[in-house]
């Protein structure tokens, strides 16, 4: 099944939330913004392609165990 544009919006989201990620070092922001990509992608379009994300992206929530 094709993404659809909610999809690919959200997954341009998650993207840009991940980067935001890897910009701070900060323990306490670094939570707050894993709570927001749990949050992202528990409530993603089932459309969703999660083979899409960038592999940086795809790397960094494997570490995190948010994909599953």
Known sequence: ????ALATLQRKQIEATVGELLLTDDFYM??????R????IAHADPT?????LSEGAQ???EELDLLH
């Open 30 to 35: 670094r939570l707050e913004i894993t709570e």
């Open 48 to 52: 969703l392609d999660r083979s899409q």
């Open 37 to 40: 990509l749990r949050h992202l």
């Open 59 to 61: 790397e960094e929530l």
């Open 1 to 4: 099944m094709a993404e659809t």
